[in-house]
């Protein structure tokens, strides 16, 4: 099992940018798929983003598609997410995740395949 631990919310102005990791521990973190979920108030946990264990392969769903980006640093066992151009829409508190299967030779969305969630980080972007 591996653990999570999200930084770096916080508030912000639409426009601005902030930078979220995720600090894993436990198992070997090199050998797994990481993804970043959101979720705002009311509404079901969604997609953000994904990248291979290797960092090589990297998804980004159309919503944040040139302004967020992923990667990881497998050194430091921590996974980034780098958000720019944010609009009030990004609003929520944001996940990582692990992948549940190890060396897995496709980044995957589906929510189903990443187990091990952090608690969170919250970020709020005003208008």
């Known amino acids: 099992q591996v653990q999570l631990v999200e930084s770096g919310g916080g508030l912000v102005q639409a426009g601005g940018s902030l930078r979220l990791s995720c600090a894993a521990s436990?198992?070997?973190?090199?050998?797994?798929?990481m993804g970043w979920f959101r979720q705002a108030p009311g509404k079901e946990r969604e997609f953000v983003a994904a990248?291979?264990?290797?960092?090589?392969?990297?998804y980004h769903p159309d919503s944040v598609n040139g302004r967020f980006i992923i990667s990881r640093d497998n050194t430091k066992n921590t996974v980034f997410l780098q958000m720019n151009s944010l609009k009030p829409e990004d609003t929520g508190v944001y996940y990582c995740a692990a992948d549940i299967r190890p060396n897995r030779l496709w980044v995957t969305q589906r929510i189903t395949d990443f187990g091990s969630w952090g608690q969170g980080t919250q970020v709020t972007v005003s208008s």
């Open positions: 436990g198992r070997d973190f090199s050998n797994y798929n």
């Open positions: 990248i291979s264990w290797s960092g090589g392969r990297t």
